[in-house]
């Protein structure tokens, strides 16, 4: 995903072109209207979807057949919010307008639709909280 942080112009023709062969390629959703941060890593970058509006902070790592996406109906209804430093693991979902804090470890399969404070390793359907110092010390990956 090197071309999305280097792209200054989004709408640009030709670079929509090219992050629609990567959408078509890789099987990415990643909304233009995503809010990312520097330092995005996607391991294995299949079937990935970020939906519109989400806001990521820096050094935010996903990996394959993970979502975040909004949640339409409720009292969380909106999207997520997610802090610097944090590893979301494969096939987890953060859903709805929910704050994921900074050094925050999301585990495989996990499903999470409440804040998640800072410091904290959360695993499980439905997910448990963790809280553990430097969560994510051997897991974020190229910190920028």
Same mark, same amino acid.
Request: charged fraction near 20%; hydrophobic fraction near 35%.
């Given at each position: 995903? $090197?071309?999305?942080?280097?792209? +200054?112009?989004? !709408?640009?023709?030709?670079?929509?072109?090219?992050?629609?062969?990567?959408?078509?390629?890789?099987?990415?959703?990643? /909304?233009?209207?995503?809010?990312?941060?520097?330092?995005?890593?996607?391991?294995?970058? $299949?079937?990935?979807?970020?939906? /519109?509006?989400?806001?990521?902070?820096?050094?935010?790592?996903?990996?394959?057949?993970?979502?975040?996406?909004?949640?339409?109906?409720?009292?969380? /209804?909106?999207?997520? +919010? *997610?802090? !610097?430093?944090?590893?979301?693991?494969?096939?987890?979902?953060?859903?709805?307008?929910?704050?994921?804090?900074?050094?925050?470890?999301?585990?495989?399969?996990?499903? *999470?639709?409440?804040?998640?404070?800072?410091?904290?390793?959360?695993?499980?359907?439905?997910?448990?909280?963790?809280?553990?110092? $430097?969560?994510?010390?051997? $897991?974020?990956?190229?910190?920028?």
């Amino acid at each position: 995903m $090197y071309l999305w942080r280097k792209l +200054k112009v989004k !709408n640009n023709c030709i670079n929509r072109a090219r992050l629609y062969r990567l959408t078509k390629k890789y099987g990415l959703e990643i /909304s233009l209207s995503a809010t990312i941060g520097k330092g995005l890593y996607l391991g294995h970058p $299949y079937n990935i979807t970020v939906a /519109s509006d989400v806001i990521s902070g820096d050094n935010v790592n996903l990996h394959k057949g993970c979502t975040i996406g909004r949640e339409n109906r409720g009292d969380r /209804s909106g999207v997520p +919010k *997610i802090g !610097n430093n944090v590893s979301v693991g494969i096939n987890s979902t953060i859903v709805g307008k929910v704050n994921i804090g900074n050094d925050v470890m999301i585990a495989p399969n996990s499903f *999470i639709n409440f804040d998640v404070p800072d410091h904290s390793v959360v695993l499980g359907n439905p997910a448990k909280i963790h809280s553990k110092e $430097y969560a994510t010390k051997c $897991y974020v990956n190229f910190l920028v």
